[in-house]
């Protein structure tokens, strides 16, 4: 069964420091792995979109990694900042189909 | 990258009323997409609409309950009759187009939120 795991589910963490959020697929056939920010009461935006073929890909200071062979992927937010809190979402498409993760809620407190 | 409009992008109805919710894109595209994002989850896929062609719907979605019109290549409707509180949910409109390094990626309006009473 296609599924995208995200953890942790929840995060807090002070502002100026660096994050790491993780997301597990299991997910075939593969395509794309990408990462949105969904502010509350918005819609997702696109952070990050990576193929098989690439191992990381930066968007300013969200850096994103893809390791094809654990199925596993990344998003690294450096010197965060108050604007960053929002939900981030890993999804991953399996050709016509987008498999979403149910997010990581990221809380930045000043 | 496409910029998306939705209206309302608020509402409150009453249980058994309906509600349309208008999407326009500032570009033509061919596949554009409805999802719903119940509070605290992630985005479920409602359906997918294509110019020209019926709209495909995902398991657990019909047609009945959710109608969607497709006139064009900028332009989408998604009706939600028949309201029930459960129906309480924001609502995105989607389409896929190109990034600047040339993927294709899925670009969402601000939503809908609709509360039913």
């Known amino acids: 069964k296609n599924q995208v795991e995200q953890n942790p589910q929840s995060l807090i963490i002070l502002e100026g420091k660096n994050c790491t959020l993780q997301?597990?697929?299991?997910?075939?056939?593969?395509?794309?792995l990408r990462w949105y920010k969904q502010d509350t009461g918005r819609g997702p935006v696109s952070l990050t979109i990576?193929?098989?073929s690439e191992n990381t890909k930066s968007n300013g200071r969200y850096t994103a990694t893809l390791d094809a062979d654990t199925k596993q992927s990344s998003l690294h937010i450096t010197a965060s900042q108050l604007s960053d809190s929002a939900s981030y979402i890993c999804v991953v498409s399996a050709g016509y189909q987008l498999i979403w993760g149910a997010g990581t809620k990221l809380i930045i407190k000043p | 990258s496409a910029v998306i409009s939705q209206k309302p992008s608020r509402d409150i109805c009453q249980r058994g009323t309906s509600l349309t919710i208008q999407c326009q894109v500032d570009?033509?595209?061919?596949?554009m997409f409805w999802y719903r994002q119940q509070p605290g989850q992630s985005l479920t896929l409602i359906a997918t609409?294509?110019?020209?062609?019926?709209?495909?719907?995902e398991s657990g979605f019909v047609i009945d309950k959710f109608p969607i019109s497709r006139p064009n290549l900028t332009f989408s409707t998604l009706t939600v009759s028949n309201l029930s509180p459960e129906d309480s949910s924001i609502y995105l409109c989607?389409?896929?187009?190109?990034?600047?390094?040339?993927?294709?990626?899925?670009?969402f309006g601000p939503g809908t939120r609709l509360l039913v009473l």
């Open positions: 990576m193929t098989f």
């Open positions: 609409a294509n110019q020209g062609s019926e709209a495909t719907y």
């Open positions: 570009s033509q595209v061919t596949m």
């Open positions: 989607s389409v896929e187009d190109a990034t600047g390094d040339y993927q294709e990626t899925q670009y």
């Open positions: 997301c597990n697929y299991t997910v075939s056939p593969f395509s794309n």
